[in-house]
């Protein structure tokens, strides 16, 4: 009996954990108020830099391959920055609008990138 007691408790920590993390390490995704994993404040800086210059070349450079970059060329930078911007100034729907043209998922399951839009931003 305590084995099977022991084995339900971890399973239902795996299942917990399973269900719960994904979404968790997903919510600052699209959001510009909350900081991401990467986040520290010199990359922050070099990140607004890129943006703000729609400086592709550093841009990539400080996303390191990740996902987004799939998605995210030298020829849709100057679309996605406008996105960004959109985002900090709070105009969420345009900036969403402009994600899902250019095939980056936000949490909706309809887009053709998910996985690591805004995160690598901060």
Not at 69 to 78: G, K, L, P, S
Not at 85 to 107: S, T, V, Y
């Amino acid at each position: 009996m305590n084995t099977k007691t022991m084995l339900l408790g971890v399973g239902a920590l795996i299942f917990g954990a399973a269900v719960v993390l994904p979404h968790a390490v997903g919510a600052y995704q699209g959001d510009p108020n909350v900081q991401g994993p990467n986040y520290s404040p010199e990359r922050h800086q070099a990140m607004t830099e890129a943006f703000a210059n729609k400086d592709y070349a550093a841009w990539q450079k400080l996303m390191s391959g990740k996902g987004v970059t799939r998605r995210i060329n030298q020829d849709n930078f100057a679309q996605f920055a406008q996105a960004h911007e959109l985002a900090l100034q709070g105009e969420m729907e345009k900036a969403n609008a402009i994600r899902a043209e250019l095939g980056l998922g936000q949490r909706s399951g309809t887009g053709r990138g998910q996985g690591g839009y805004m995160s690598q931003t901060r």
